[in-house]
């Protein structure tokens, strides 16, 4: 048997479109799905590495120091690779980000993936991973309000964010949820964004979208999620509904208040304790490091659940739920996957 050098197709975002190739909605969510299978099964495996670089070297530099009063977000500057195996392919998706992207025209990160052959791990296809990145991550706002989210009448949502995870979100409760969801309210820092994304995303959904510029319809929701890139929390704990669930796929965006009160009187749960723990920049895990403790050993004693747990962490206890995702590595992995077949189906 003669090994040939591989080729590496490098697949514009241009070509999936005009072949029709890029994944639906559905199709995100069946690929997701059979990364959570094969995730509890053991079959498939990730990590995630992320080098954070310092604030105040950015701001030193010349050209950036006179804007840095009027910069209200958390800068995000970090360099990520997220890594993973199954049993057919490997992956690693590179990810740069820096929120000053946007005043330059430029999105917040960007996100590339390469594919690889399982067994030489040689390289199979290059992608642009941003909307693959965005599509996976939608995909978690449809595990909760399927598993934590039960009322017998339609709910309303609150949306925190109005970028491509925020649109994503709202594509897969559409999806998932468009019977039992009344109506999507959306904020965001600027409130021409949180108008613009409910322009955009209309037509494509029957749930109703309601850009709002404060909280006050917060109380009213069955489920808040946060998307954003803030530096301090968005809400204040009294402002939710007492057992409302919350979905946190953003930073540090969340109070002490209302994670205290979930600790210790309902239900808290991470896609996975050890990577959201290490990555220390979520809300979460931020409260367990600035009391000097680990989340990922004080989470089992304290009784806090993985998605990536076989069994037990769909259970939850009366009062609030509160689910942290950081983005697991093996959700990209079958999202290229599958991508990949379909561009190849789409090829002949």
């Given at each position: 048997m003669t090994?040939?050098?591989?080729?590496?197709?490098?697949?514009?975002?241009?070509e999936l479109r005009r072949l029709g190739a890029e994944l639906t909605v559905a199709e995100t969510h069946e690929a997701v799905a059979t990364a959570w299978r094969d995730i509890r099964s053991g079959s498939a495996v990730g990590e995630k590495a992320v080098l954070s670089l310092s604030e105040d070297e950015f701001w030193s530099i010349a050209e950036f120091k006179a804007e840095r009063e009027s910069f209200a977000e958390r800068l995000g500057w970090k360099l990520s690779s997220l890594y993973g195996v199954n049993p057919r392919f490997g992956g690693v998706k590179i990810i740069g980000a820096n929120a000053f992207n946007r005043r330059r025209g430029l999105p917040r990160s960007t996100s590339t993936y390469l594919l690889l052959e399982k067994t030489t791990l040689r390289p199979v296809a290059l992608f642009d991973g941003t909307a693959l990145s965005a599509a996976r991550t939608g995909t978690y706002a449809s595990l909760v309000l399927e598993t934590f989210v039960e009322t017998p009448m339609k709910i309303s949502v609150f949306l925190f964010g109005a970028g491509p995870v925020a649109r994503s979100v709202i594509d897969c409760l559409s999806l998932t949820g468009a019977e039992r969801i009344e109506r999507i309210l959306i904020r965001s820092r600027l409130p021409e964004n949180a108008a613009r994304l409910a322009d955009e995303a209309a037509s494509s959904t029957p749930i109703a979208l309601v850009p709002v510029t404060d909280n006050a319809a917060l109380c009213d929701c069955a489920l808040a999620i946060t998307a954003t890139?803030?530096?301090?929390?968005?809400?204040?704990?009294?402002?939710?509904?007492?057992?409302?669930?919350t979905l946190?796929?953003?930073?540090d965006e969340v109070p002490g208040a209302y994670l205290k009160r979930a600790l210790r009187t309902g239900t808290v749960i991470c896609d996975d304790l050890k990577t959201v723990s290490r990555r220390n920049s979520q809300s979460i895990s931020l409260y367990f490091s600035r009391k000097g403790l680990s989340l990922e050993t004080a989470g089992p004693l304290l009784g806090?659940?993985?998605?990536?747990?076989?069994?037990?962490?769909?259970?939850?206890?009366?009062?609030p739920v509160c689910v942290t995702c950081v983005g697991l590595p093996t959700l990209d992995l079958y999202v290229a996957e599958a991508t990949w077949a379909k561009l190849l189906k789409a090829r002949g």
């Open positions: 090994l040939h050098e591989p080729v590496l197709d490098v697949v514009s975002t241009e890139n803030a530096r301090a929390p968005i809400f204040e704990d009294h402002e939710l509904a007492r057992e409302a669930a946190h796929l953003g930073g806090i659940g993985e998605m990536s747990a076989p069994t037990g962490w769909q259970q939850s206890r009366p009062g």
